[in-house]
């Protein structure tokens, strides 16, 4: 199953600033140099934001290019965290042409401010030497699978395999790296298989679970249905019940695998850095408040 080829409508747009500040647990402040993403993924979070941006049209075929007035004394972000790309991919294939991720980058350039990449993208290579010199910087790449058909049914990004590489990349760079495995989706993400693949080029490995609300819910499930019909149970234990147990059971599987691995295995804390020739944190991001209640509640 593939997206219908669909027609993009992007629009340049004034904005009054890039840069905002967020109540997330993992930063100070979100960038994001676009509105809209044209990646499309059929799980994405941030499809809310058309209620926001004044869009009908679906999520996936609109881009706002955002223009901003040049940003005064960036040294102010200085130890500042800053996502780029929370609710965009800022390498999305129209950065080629309009390089405002790239603006920002260079005018960010200087400070000390502690920023995070994240993307599906390998366009974000042709920025390796301005990221270079950011003293603390991290590129993330979300892979949420190895099967390339599993991703082409859920995004219209690169491939995983250029991901992964570009990935390398910035890691022979001396460039810290990040796996984002997310969203983990039940039984058809293999954690341990993608673990595997990247624990020698990256530094970080996140993980996060599918979680399913709003309109895109019910698209998932369609799709489970269609595709793995024999998981329907599963999912809709998981996501009509609310049963988390499938999720207590597979946090306690990726701590084992860590612990044979050597990796250390952290819960809901980005912030654990470590020299970078180490193997990579893990740090599991699932609703662990939720998981542990439930798991108490099986316990009782
Ligand atoms: S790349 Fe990120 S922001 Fe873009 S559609 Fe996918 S999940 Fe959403």
Redesign the pocket.
């Known amino acids: 199953m593939q997206f219908e080829e669909k027609e993009i409508t992007v629009r340049e747009i004034k904005s009054n600033s890039v840069i905002s500040k967020t109540n997330l647990p993992t930063g100070d402040y979100c960038v994001n140099p676009y509105t809209g ?1 044209i ?3 059929k799980y ?1 979070y ?1 499809s809310f934001m058309n209620r926001f941006s004044g869009h009908n049209e679906p999520w ?1 075929s609109y881009l706002d290019v955002k223009t901003w007035p040049c940003i005064l004394n960036p040294k102010k972000y200085d130890g500042k965290e800053l996502i780029i790309g929370s ?3 800022p390498y999305n294939p129209f950065e080629e042409k309009f390089e405002r991720t790239k603006r920002l980058l260079l005018e960010l350039r200087g400070t000390n401010a502690k920023i995070t990449i994240i993307t ?1 993208s390998d366009l974000v290579a042709r920025d390796l030497d301005i990221i270079k010199n950011f003293p603390n910087i991290c590129v993330a790449f979300s892979i949420n699978t190895l099967d390339e058909n599993f991703k082409n049914d859920m ?1 219209s ?1 690169v491939s995983i395999e250029r991901r992964l590489r570009a990935m390398k990349t910035f890691y022979e760079n001396k460039i810290r790296t990040a796996c984002f495995i997310s969203p983990i989706f039940p039984q058809i993400t293999n954690v341990q298989a993608i673990m595997d693949t990247v624990i020698h080029q990256c530094n970080f490995i996140w993980l996060e679970n599918l979680n399913l609300r709003g309109e895109y819910k019910a698209k998932i499930l369609k799709y489970i249905a269609e595709r793995y019909p024999e998981l329907v149970p599963l999912y809709d234990e998981i996501y009509r019940k609310n049963d988390n147990q499938y999720w207590v059971e597979l946090a306690a599987e990726l701590q084992n695998f860590c612990k044979d691995r050597g990796l250390i295995y952290v819960v809901d804390n980005g912030k654990l850095v470590r020299p970078f020739n180490e193997p990579p944190v893990v740090v599991n991001f699932f609703y662990h408040s939720k998981i542990k209640q439930s798991a108490k509640r099986r316990k009782d």
């Open positions: 993403c990646h499309a993924c994405c941030a996936g609710v965009t991919d599906k995004d990004a």
